[in-house]
């Protein structure tokens, strides 16, 4: 696995009655990730996948140093129709979602529209004097406590603000019956049935993922006095020429858009409904989401993650400011969060403003292959991506299955491009 390389500065000797130049060898500048033969390692790890049948079709697109360096796609965006994959086919990003909606509410940072450990409830009123869950009585009746301090913005960006989810039954009722994100609902709607309900665990205590990020688009909403879609057009989608981006997936379009197939136990791949897959994305809907919803292209994702890379400019197009984007890559997790739901799953990894960030090589081959100072994210419908800074080096991989990646396509991925586990 690469390491970072720290770049040899030419020395001068100014006691000596001459001056010594550095030879090229001095120059040491680090080989590219991606060369011939690791193409052919993508090539052949994901044909597999396909050819197995363990999914109907995956693509995938790498650029390096602001090229491309890679891009392949093999099997069906649908199978049935015997529709190839490619490079123009249209799929849910759900949760990929998340960094777009990170990076809208970053923007309103830069105009100084509010800081991070501000109260939520200073831009969104519903949310003062949150209580927390302590327990059920003797008569199954809610033992609520105050929260010990308001939720911040940074708790949305990093999931600590406790709201509640299914762990609990006796929220999880509560939650099935508030119905948060049913799609008719505004995000107005959304915030105000989310903020009737306890907390799960007072605000910071826990990393525990959820519907933090939902919130953040209603603080977008609010701060800046535009529909979240339309400010995502406005200030993100419209300047990277982000023209295959949307939440309604446009009729023109449909035809590019990607069957969703579930795997079962069993590892039967069966086709999800289209009126049950497609339900979000073929209808106009009030809820739009800034934790899921999203549909786009291979390259329409690269534009994004590649103004990241860039430290928040593409080309000539400046979204963020470059200590902006540094302030997004950067672990927010203290130590002290120790309750870290599944995060553990993805590495040895931290959380920043809406990505993961990873701290610390793996530990062992079992762990996904990565560079110390990466930061990612990925779909439920198994889409994935990654920026990793040191190399200058993104990544964006598609399929279309539920659940999430049962096998193990990401860390085959990612071992095909930096090669094998190095302790």
Known sequence: MRKPILAILPVLLIASAFTWFPTPADHHIPPPIINAAVKSRIDATLKSFPDSGKIAGVSALIFEKGKEVYY????????????????????????MTKPVTGVALMTLYEKGAFQLDDPLSKYAPEFANM???????????????????PITIRDLTRHTAGFAGNDIPALAALVKKADVTNPANTLTEMATRLASLPLEFHPGDQWAYGISVDVQAYVVERISGKPFDQYLQETIFDPLKMVNTHYLVPEADRKRFAALYNRSDAGVLTRVPDEQANFFNTKEQALKPGGWGLTTTLDDYMKFIQMLVNKGAFGKTRILKPATVQLMATNQLSDTVSKRMWLPSKGRVGFGIDFAVRTQPPANAAENNGIVGEYFWDGAASTMFWIDPVNELTAVLFTQLVPFDKVKLHKSFRDAVYGPYVP
């Open 131 to 149: 209580k927390v869950y302590k327990g059920v009585d003797a008569s199954g009746n809610l033992i609520l406590e105050p929260a010990k301090r």
């Open 72 to 95: 392949n796609a093999f099997g069906y965006a649908d199978r049935e129709a015997k529709l190839p994959m490619d490079r123009n086919t249209i799929v849910r990003i759900f949760s």
